[in-house]
């Protein structure tokens, strides 16, 4: 059984930071590329930035310069840090990871619950 665990959301005015954190727990051979992604009201769900387990990222033109996704591969643990937050970044964000839980299986993607972040004054 795999978990992906968020935290870090809540509620913060314009030009604010805030940090997610996600960390994967269970039966896990390794993990490949992990990410966030978010989803506002009415809208579908969008790629916010990737990182690869080398290291490689990428960023939706609308976040670049303003956060910044990393990993510790120790602790299987993906990080977002959001700075000069907007209102347009109110969503729920929502962590991803693609790992094999043995050696044998395929290798699937797997979603944490989704946590809020609202940008509001």
């Known amino acids: 059984q795999v978990q992906l665990v968020e935290s870090g959301g809540g509620l913060v005015q314009p030009g604010g930071s805030l940090r997610l954190s996600c960390a994967v727990s269970?039966?896990?051979?390794?993990?490949?590329?992990m990410g966030w992604y978010r989803q506002a009201p009415g809208k579908q769900r969008e790629v916010v930035a990737t990182i690869t387990s080398g290291g490689m990222t990428n960023y939706a033109d609308s976040v670049k310069g303003r956060f910044t996704i990393s990993r510790d591969n120790a602790k299987n643990t993906v990080y977002l840090q959001m700075n000069s937050l907007k209102p347009e970044d109110t969503a729920v964000y929502y962590c991803n990871a693609d790992l094999k839980t043995t050696i044998v299986t395929k290798r699937k993607n797997y979603w944490g619950q989704g946590t809020q972040v609202t940008v509001s004054s």
């Open positions: 269970g039966s896990i051979f390794s993990i490949y590329a």
